[in-house]
Structures are given as structure tokens and as C-alpha cells.
T-cell receptor, first 113, second 112 residues
Framework: EAGVAQSPRYKIIEKRQSVAFWCNPISGHATLYWYQQILGQGPKLLIQFQNNGVVDDSQLPKDRFSAERLKGVDSTLKIQPAKLEDSAVYLCASSLDLGDPQHFGDGTRLSIL | GEDVEQSLFLSVREGDSSVINCTYTDSSSTYLYWYKQEPGAGLQLLTY?????DMKQDQRLTVLLNKKDKHLSLRIADTQTGDSAIYFC????????????FGAGTRLFVKA
């Protein structure tokens, strides 16, 4: 089966600019996750969707980050405006249902200048 | 509180066994996972264990779970240079949507 697809793989922007990431989960997976992975750390959950509804966004900095999964399949994560501390790898994962093992995409590496 | 801790580095010789250890604090975990991350890639699910199991074996991988001590280990038999990567331990908690907490990862170096 095809894995979780993410684009772009790399993005370089200046601080205060905006950026968007896209994720296509494994077909049939109801649950989709966005994680932020800072260099040398484990992934930190930003937001979790079940179909097109938000399950957990308690760690999402809502003043600058937003995410949507309008049709319950693809998802986009946006940062506006970006700060230097947003430099990280943004990982998307999906699972068949809540609580099931998660499968990750290769991530988008974001560098803020 | 919710916390998953791992040692940062492990170095082994090719052909030896590797044991990567992890401790967690929340006893309400449902699954415990081991993921592998190679440079520039996402996390690859290696194996997982239900919280009511003590052991799981999958080819060269053996997972041991000690619920009393909240300790999880991953043993890789006959370690190869291709096993060099970062290994993440994670626990899935049944709290408001099955939250998953990751450790900071253990970097495994395999010397030829």
C-alpha cells in the first residue's frame, strides 16, 4: 500500500513569512496527526484529526499555526507568520483509527532565516 | 505526569546484540511502540506491544515490557550496520483521543 505522502520535502523562508505543508494519509485511515520534531528531540503532537474533526489541538500555537482536513482525507498545516523557533521537521502520520499504530511520512524540513 | 525517557546513545559492534531501554511514567498506556528513524526520513514503525503483554518477538527484534517498573526494552539480535539509526520509544495513552508520547530517541552506532 502507498505510504503517507508529504510535500514539500524542504522549505526555506524568512521570518514573518507564511508557509503551508500538505499531507495525504494512507487510504482508509481515519486518524491524521501533525507533529513537530525539533533537532535532537522526539516528535511533539501539534494536532490530531479524526475524519474531518479535531480531536486534540492543545499543543498547537493557535496564534500562528492552523490546520484543516476539510474532506476527511488530505490535510494542510499553515504557519503565519513564521518565527525562528519554528525551524523543525513537520511530520504527518495516519492510523486506521484512534489508538491504532501510526504510520509516518518523510516529513517537511522547514528552515527559517 | 506523562514522560518517556531513553538514553541518548548506544554503540555496539556488528554481530553483537543491542539493547535499547526506555522508561515511562503513565500507567494508563494501551500500546508501547518502537520506531526507527534514519537520516532525512520519517519514523518507521518497527514493532509494538500491547500493555497487557510481557514479551513480543519479531525476527531479530525482541520487546520486553515490565509494567511494574514501567520499563520497556528493544533487543536487536545480530546487529548490522544498516541498523544504525535513532530509535524512539513511545506510549499511547487512553486520554481524550489516545495521545502518543515519544521519547527523545536513542542514537545507535554500529561499528564494523
Amino acid at each position: 500500500e502507498a505510504g503517507v505522502a508529504q510535500s514539500p520535502r524542504y522549505k526555506i523562508i524568512e521570518k514573518r513569512q507564511s508557509v503551508a505543508f500538505w499531507c495525504n494519509p494512507i487510504s482508509g485511515h481515519a486518524t491524521l496527526y501533525w507533529y513537530q520534531q525539533i533537532l535532537g528531540q522526539g516528535p511533539k503532537l501539534l494536532i490530531q484529526f479524526q475524519n474531518n474533526g479535531v480531536v486534540d489541538d492543545s499543543q498547537l500555537p493557535k496564534d500562528r499555526f492552523s490546520a484543516e482536513r476539510l474532506k476527511g482525507v488530505d490535510s494542510t498545516l499553515k504557519i503565519q507568520p513564521a518565527k525562528l523557533e519554528d525551524s523543525a521537521v513537520y511530520l504527518c502520520a495516519s492510523s486506521l483509527d484512534l489508538g491504532d499504530p501510526q504510520h509516518f511520512g518523510d516529513g517537511t524540513r522547514l528552515s527559517i532565516l | 505526569g506523562e514522560d518517556v525517557e531513553q538514553s541518548l546513545f548506544l554503540s555496539v559492534r556488528e554481530g553483537d546484540s543491542s539493547v535499547i531501554n526506555c522508561t515511562y511514567t503513565d500507567s494508563s498506556s494501551t500500546y508501547l511502540y518502537w520506531y526507527k528513524q534514519e537520516p532525512g526520513a520519517g519514523l518507521q514503525l518497527l514493532t509494538y506491544i500491547f500493555s497487557n503483554m510481557d514479551m513480543k518477538q519479531d525476527q531479530r527484534l525482541t520487546v520486553l515490557l515490565n509494567k511494574k517498573d514501567k520499563h520497556l526494552s528493544l533487543r536487536i539480535a545480530d546487529t548490522q550496520t544498516g541498523d544504525s539509526a535513532i530509535y524512539f520509544c513511545a506510549e499511547s495513552l487512553r486520554t481524550g483521543g489516545f495521545k502518543t508520547i515519544f521519547g527523545a530517541g536513542t542514537r545507535l552506532f554500529v561499528k564494523a
